[in-house]
């Protein structure tokens, strides 16, 4: 296990972006997007970035800052809308969020509950759904941000709230939309063109590390594969080693950790030795990553 991972002395910077009219089209869309309750955006298939959005996001995730999607989703509590179906948007948002490969958003966050919900259990206010600060601290502790350097960008005062609630200074809570900045693209300039920017001075390494197994095809069998990328983001977790993209073939795992090269390897040791435990148990000692030199791999600077 790795005890002491290589965090970089000042963690990471973040911009906090709220979801619906921020990142994607809510109140402009036609109203048969909204099957139950006006503004309950649940259906993947009506999610459309805003103008700008994507090319904000790849500026801001090129710069260094780690993009977390802070939304409150009280369709949930209001029994309009499952949490998978929440999920389900939220993932359409995440591709479309991905170029390459590479996935812009480091996590997404939704509150689902609601002071007034129908479903008991989430008849709160919780201190995740903005202006609680809730998810925003949740996501500073778990993925090692510096609310200190981050910014939040939201359409509706509850977000600003919510950023200012959090500790972030109320001149980094942007207000895009009616009355406030012309949108994503326009904060993103001011971020990026703010002095005290600062992650490149001394910007997280972001490495690539590949496993290769010792037989044929291993992960092509569905636990396998699920097993190995869900200890993955177990060790990301436990570490604090930002895993940014997870890319797995039938005989092949290959991470990017926001991280230099030692803590990646380190990283991937963990993995290799968690992975063959479980895989050693179902296939008679056999380990599904032999142990050869350490894994090949490549370093690249994030800018
Ligand atoms: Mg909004």
Request: glycine share 8%; with cysteine.
């Amino acid at each position: 296990m790795l005890s002491d991972p290589l965090t970089p002395e000042s963690p990471t910077p973040a911009v906090f972006l709220d979801r619906d009219d921020t990142l994607i089209h809510n109140a402009d869309l036609p109203a048969d997007a909204f099957p139950q309750t006006p503004g309950d955006l649940y259906l993947p298939e009506h999610v459309r970035l805003m103008p700008g959005v994507l090319d904000a996001c790849t500026r801001l995730a090129d710069a260094g800052y780690t993009l977390v999607v802070v939304t409150n989703q009280g369709c949930v509590a209001r029994g309009s809308a499952s949490i998978a179906d929440v999920e389900a948007t939220n993932d359409r948002l995440r591709s479309l969020l991905t170029v390459n490969g590479r996935p812009l958003l480091a996590a997404v966050y939704a509150a689902p509950h609601h002071p007034e919900a129908v479903v008991d259990h989430l008849r709160a206010a919780h201190p995740w759904r903005k202006p609680g600060p809730g998810m925003i601290l949740a996501a500073a502790r778990e993925l090692n941000l510096n609310l200190a350097r981050s910014w939040l960008v939201g359409d509706a005062e509850r977000d600003i709230e919510a950023g200012i609630n959090a500790g972030i200074a109320p001149d980094r809570c942007l207000r895009v939309g009616g009355g406030g900045i012309d949108g994503l693209a326009a904060a993103a300039d001011l971020i990026l063109d703010h002095p005290n920017r600062a992650p490149a001075q001394n910007p997280a390494a972001a490495s690539t590390i590949t496993l290769t197994a010792g037989t044929a095809a291993p992960l092509a069998d569905r636990d396998t594969r699920r097993t190995v990328e869900a200890a993955a983001r177990a060790i990301a977790e436990r570490t604090g080693v930002p895993l940014i993209a997870l890319q797995l073939d039938d005989h092949s795992v290959t991470a990017t950790l926001a991280a230099h090269r030692l803590a990646a390897m380190g990283f991937m040791a963990e993995l290799r030795r968690t992975t063959n435990d479980w895989y050693a148990h179902r296939h008679g000692g056999r380990p599904l990553w032999p142990q050869t030199d350490p894994p090949a791999g490549e370093d690249d600077d994030r800018a």
